[in-house]
C-alpha cells in the first residue's frame, strides 16, 4: 500500500472504531452536572490515558499475539471479521459495546466520580474495535516504517479530533443533531464493512486455504 493509501484506510478506520461523533455525545450526558473545567480535565485524561492503551497495542500487539501462536493470517480473518460486525452495527446505528460504553456501564460510571479512565478511556474511546483496529492496521504495513509512521499519526490525529468533539459536544449535537450524526455514522459503516470483507479475504487468502 502506498502512504497516501495507508493514512486514508487508517483514518477512515479509526474514526469508525473510535467515533470521535458517538463519544462527544456519550461525554455530554456522562458529564451533564459537572463543571465547564471538570469537563475539560475528564475529557484531557482520558484522551491521554486511551491514546497509551491504543499506541502501546499497535506498538506491541503483534508481538504479543505471536507469542500467542497466533498468525498473521489468523490476525487478518479476525480482526476483519470484528471490523465487519461493528460496520454493520454502525449501518443499523446500533450498539454491542465495541465502539461504545454499554448501558451497564454507563449506569456504573453515573456513580464514579472520575470517569476520565473509566469509562471515557475505555471503552468508549479504546474500546475493543479500536484496539483490533490499532493492532490490524500495523501489521498491514508488513513491517515498514514509514506506514507504521502514517498508521499512529493517523491514530493520534483521531484523538486529536475526539478530545475536540469532547470539548465541544453541545455545540456540535446543536450543529449536526441525532440525525446527522447517525448519517455519518452509516457512511463510515459502509466503508468500515467493506474494509472488514477486505481483511477477511487477504486472511483467508494467506492462510493458504484456498489458492490465489
Known amino acids: 500500500m502506498t502512504i497516501f493509501e ?3 484506510v487508517a ?3 479509526f474514526f469508525a472504531t473510535i467515533g470521535p461523533l458517538d463519544a ?3 461525554f455530554a450526558v456522562l458529564t451533564a452536572s459537572s463543571t465547564t473545567h471538570s469537563r475539560r480535565s475528564i475529557a484531557l485524561r482520558g484522551t491521554l490515558i486511551a491514546a497509551a492503551i491504543l499506541l502501546f497495542f499497535a506498538l506491541v500487539g503483534q508481538s504479543a499475539l505471536t507469542g500467542f501462536g497466533i498468525s498473521m493470517a489468523a490476525l487478518r480473518t479476525g480482526g476483519g471479521i470484528l471490523i465487519l460486525l461493528i460496520g454493520v452495527e454502525m449501518v ?7 465502539t461504545s460504553t454499554t448501558k451497564e456501564e454507563e449506569q456504573e460510571a453515573a456513580t464514579k466520580q472520575d470517569i476520565a479512565a473509566f469509562p471515557i478511556a475505555t471503552p468508549l474511546i479504546a474500546g475493543p ?10 501489521a498491514n504495513t508488513d513491517g515498514d516504517l514509514v506506514l507504521k509512521a502514517v498508521v499512529l499519526a493517523s491514530l493520534l490525529a483521531i484523538l486529536v479530533l475526539t478530545l475536540v ?10 450543529a449536526i443533531g441525532v440525525t446527522g450524526m447517525h448519517v455519518i455514522s452509516r457512511i463510515f459503516g459502509v466503508l ?3 474494509l472488514g470483507v ?7 487468502l494467506q492462510s493458504g486455504l484456498v489458492g490465489t
Request: with cysteine; hydrophobic share 60%.
Open 198 to 204: 477486505q481483511f477477511i479475504f487477504d486472511g483467508i
Open 24 to 26: 462527544a455525545a456519550i
Open 6 to 8: 495507508t493514512a486514508s
Open 129 to 138: 474495535g479500536a484496539i483490533s483496529a490499532a493492532i490490524l492496521l500495523m
Open 192 to 194: 468500515l464493512v467493506a
Open 92 to 98: 443499523c446505528v446500533r450498539s454491542s459495546g465495541s
Open 165 to 174: 468533539s469532547m470539548l465541544l459536544a453541545s455545540q456540535i449535537q446543536r
Open 11 to 13: 483514518l477512515a478506520t
